[in-house]
């Protein structure tokens, strides 16, 4: 787009402010509502760099290998992000890069860190292709963080309170909500591919079309924001939360994952109509790295509260065809289609770190050129749990890595690595209604 194009732009929008947002360690869209004129005549914005030093408690840390007189970087927009915002017209949302002032991009900003990530594929000629499948509750609104987390009530007056799976009719209960998602969606060019209701009490599912993985992160990022709005609109809230209610399942986000020949188009994961080495080695690498990855895949003390055997939740990283109960699941597809299906990750994950760690674990895996274990047609849940039961037990081993900071850059580690333990930190002074329940007048 250029400037004459984005000029008419604004004008047949009759767009009159911009939010100019990077996304931050959590995935939160960070920023500055800019009016349409400055935008429009490149004036330089500017954000300070602890943007990306911010916790989710709102806390900014000192880490060694930031500069402690928080300089600006620049921001440049990605115009190919640019939408109008459906619920706050006449307002356009652009999503942005950012850059030091010698030009060098910013290595601690997680859209940076998948960009990395892309260019390893980008130098083997081979395109990564993905496909979000995003889970997440509709609930009350909850404005006391100390009471439960309960589902809202639909159309009928009442509130679900028995599991409905795949019900059409309950789908029905949601009904002005959904609408509005999917009108949002439309009007931000968000491609949706299918809406179902999944296994818990006002839990539903949302599939995406397949597409390019920084244009999908792109648009889960929104995505997230436009389904909480939806929600709030009609006296509701929409959560990603892993594990907002203590006897429902937990919400996931799945990643469908697909490598292409970047000349030929071809999917490399099938050679000859079978499976290639890359598709064995890419799983034997998910296998062996995901579990010193976990940390972006499951980012808070919540997060593993999904992973509870018989919980839809996978416990380990056995693999199997169309076998959905271990971590990673080859779908039934034509070879065109080959996919792995990646379980691990929970609906809270920001998706440009969970994405780029899953694709760096694949990527070390066909560097190595490894074999994966057998393929799993049994249940996966009666198998050995094997991922870190905790945020410090992830923490700990994303630390000891060797080859993650190599991949995902080593000064950014150790600004999340410090975002994490300081998460952690926070959560363990505060005491919770269990503690009082069973030690306040018993021990």
Not at 200 to 212: A, K, M, P, Y
Not at 245 to 251: A, D, N, R, T
Not at 313 to 318: Q, T
Request: charged share 25%; glycine share 4%; net charge negative.
């Amino acid at each position: 787009m250029n400037d004459k194009q984005l000029s008419d732009w604004f004008s047949q929008k009759n767009i009159q402010e911009v939010e100019v947002i990077v996304p931050d360690l959590a995935g939160i869209a960070r920023g500055k509502l800019v009016p349409a004129d400055k935008f429009l005549n490149n004036t330089a914005i500017r954000l300070p760099e602890s943007v990306f030093t911010q916790t989710v408690t709102g806390e900014f840390l000192d880490v060694p290998v930031i500069n402690p007189a928080d300089r600006d970087v620049i921001v440049k927009s990605d115009l190919k992000t640019l939408r109008l915002l459906p619920w706050e017209e006449p307002t356009a949302s652009v999503v942005n890069d950012c850059f030091y002032e010698d030009g060098s991009p910013v290595d601690i900003s997680p859209r940076q860190v998948l960009k990395n990530v892309l260019q390893k594929f980008n130098d083997l000629n081979i395109q990564p292709i993905v496909a979000p499948e995003l889970e997440f509750y509709l609930v009350k609104k909850n404005t006391n963080p100390n009471n439960n987390v309960e589902p809202p009530i639909g159309r009928s007056g009442r509130q679900e309170t028995v599991r409905q799976p795949f019900s059409i009719d309950a789908l029905d209960e949601f009904e002005p909500v959904i609408n509005d998602i999917h009108r949002f969606s439309e009007l931000m060019g968000i491609k949706i591919d299918t809406l179902e209701h999944e296994m818990g009490t006002g839990q539903l599912e949302i599939n995406f079309e397949h597409n390019d993985p920084l244009m999908i992160c792109d648009q889960v990022m929104m995505f997230k924001r436009l389904v909480r709005e939806a929600a709030m609109q009609h006296d509701i809230y929409a959560t990603f939360l892993a594990k907002p209610m203590q006897f429902e399942p937990g919400s996931a986000m799945h990643w469908h994952i697909s490598l292409i020949d970047s000349e030929s188009k071809q999917n490399i994961f099938s050679e000859k109509g079978g499976e290639s080495k890359k598709f064995r080695s890419f799983i034997a690498g998910l296998q062996k790295y995901t579990p010193e990855a976990l940390l972006f895949n499951a980012p808070y003390v919540n997060s593993y509260k999904r992973f509870i055997r018989w919980q839809n939740a996978p416990i380990n990283l056995y693999w199997g065809y169309d076998n959905r109960t271990t971590g990673l699941r080859v779908p039934s597809s034509s070879p065109d289609n080959r996919r792995i299906e990646f379980r691990i990750g929970g609906a809270d994950v920001n998706p440009y770190l969970s994405i780029a760690a899953s694709l760096a674990c694949g990527y070390l895996g066909m560097q190595e050129e490894i074999e994966p274990s057998a393929p799993e047609d049994g249940n996966a849940y009666n198998l050995p749990f094997a991922l870190p039961k905790n945020l410090s037990a992830a923490i700990e081993l994303l630390e000891h890595s060797e080859v993650m900071p190599i991949i995902m850059g080593s000064r950014f580690l150790q600004v999340y690595i410090a975002t994490k333990n300081h998460e952690y930190k926070k959560y363990f002074e505060v005491i919770t209604p269990w503690e009082r329940e069973y030690l306040l007048l018993s021990v």
